[in-house]
């Protein structure tokens, strides 16, 4: 297993942007499918967007359009940029990276991110 820290996030205005990295330690990263979860308070863990091992992506019809996932193999790191924020993306972002799906029981999570927006 891959072991996953999250970084970059933070408090933005709503309409602005940030990136957020995350980090694996641990062999086989590219054997990996990778999703980006988010939890706000009182509601329960949703799948945001996932990139399959070939760079195939997919994502919640919340954010289509305004998040890209992305991942570079080569510094064992996916990202997720998130462009025209809104106040309803406010939550703790977690990374996931499963060899076989994301989410599952096997997989791995990060400690997750504070994304607040807010102006």
């Known amino acids: 297993q891959v072991q996953l820290v999250e970084s970059g996030g933070g408090l933005v205005q709503p309409g602005g942007s940030l990136r957020l990295s995350c980090a694996a330690s641990?062999?086989?990263?590219?054997?990996?499918?990778l999703g980006w979860y988010r939890q706000a308070p009182g509601k329960q863990r949703d799948l945001v967007a996932h990139?399959?091992?070939?760079?195939?992506?997919n994502y919640a019809d919340s954010v289509k359009g305004r998040f890209t996932i992305s991942r570079d193999n080569a510094k064992n790191t996916v990202y997720l940029q998130m462009n025209t924020q809104k106040p309803e993306d406010t939550a703790v972002y977690y990374c996931?990276?499963?060899?076989?799906?994301?989410?599952?029981?096997?997989?791995?999570w990060g400690q997750g991110t504070q994304v607040t927006v807010s102006s």
């Open positions: 641990g062999s086989g990263f590219s054997d990996y499918v």
């Open positions: 990139i399959t091992r070939g760079g195939v992506t």
């Open positions: 996931n990276a499963g060899r076989t799906s994301v989410g599952d029981s096997s997989s791995s």
